[in-house]
Antibody
Framework: EVQLLESGGGLVQPGGSLTLSCAAS????????MSWVRQAPGKGLEWVSI????????DYADSVKGRFTISRDISKNTLYLQMISLRAEDTAIYYC?????????WGHGTLVTVSS | QSALTQPASVSGSPGQSITISCTGT?????????VSWYQQHPGKAPKLIIS???NRPSGVSNRFSGSKSGNTASLTISGLQADDEADYYC??????????FGGGTKLTVL
């Protein structure tokens, strides 16, 4: 059974940093592209970032480019999202999801709140 | 990376059919058959219900169907049921190798 389990969310001050993790199981992690998608409270889904199966290529939404870094550790079957210079508008539930052109499995999400 | 355009809300009675549109541009919906649809119930993670414009993942009811014409994709739900009441989002791969979501549509089953 495919499972994605996010962790690392919490309350952080504006300008602060946070790293999210997503532990994957039930499939060959190295064979799939993985994405982060976020959802601000009461708002719609926003694609954030993707890392391709080989790990060498990454892409980001303009809203996070230069501030967020996606990475993966194949040995730990874990996806990461390093976030710096956080802003109030980054407050959201962050989901990790499997797939390149679509997302067939999603985690339950982890809440990031940026507030002083 | 402008969001795809969806109606904010649609409604229908049990047993009826509804269609949700998703309008993009030649740089996303119009360029690839990589349009997907997601259903999200309150407090839950999104669930993939249509991939690659037309395909239903295993376990998804055949009451859900997808189509595309030009820069607009559509999701049709036939035989509406109470449990279909949820938010629905479209998504497309783009020519920048990124992805973009629609703003979401709230479906109310009357």
């Amino acid at each position: 059974e495919v499972q994605l389990l996010e962790s690392g969310g919490g309350l952080v001050q504006p300008g602060g940093s946070l790293t999210l993790s997503c532990a994957a199981s039930g499939f060959t992690f190295s064979s799939y592209a993985m994405s982060w998608v976020r959802q601000a409270p009461g708002k719609g889904l926003e694609w954030v970032s993707i890392i391709f199966s080989g790990g060498s290529r990454t892409d980001y939404a303009d809203s996070v480019k230069g501030r967020f870094t996606i990475s993966r550790d194949i040995s730990k079957n874990t996806l990461y999202l390093q976030m710096i210079s956080l802003r109030a508008e980054d407050t959201a539930i962050y989901y990790c999801a499997r797939g390149r052109h679509n997302s067939d499995y999603w985690g339950h999400g982890t809440l990031v709140t940026v507030s002083s | 990376q402008s969001a795809l355009t969806q109606p904010a809300s649609v409604s229908g009675s049990p047993g009826q059919s509804i269609t949700i549109s998703c309008t993009g541009t030649a740089s996303d919906v119009g360029s690839y058959n990589f349009v997907s649809w997601y259903q999200q119930h309150p407090g839950k993670a999104p669930k993939l219900i249509i991939s690659d414009v037309y395909n239903r993942p295993s376990g998804v009811s055949n009451r859900f169907s997808g189509s595309k014409s030009g820069n607009t994709a559509s999701l049709t739900i036939s035989g509406l049921q109470a449990d279909d009441e949820a938010d629905y989002y479209c998504s497309s791969f783009t020519t920048s190798s990124t992805r973009v979501f629609g703003g979401g549509t709230k479906l109310t089953v009357l």
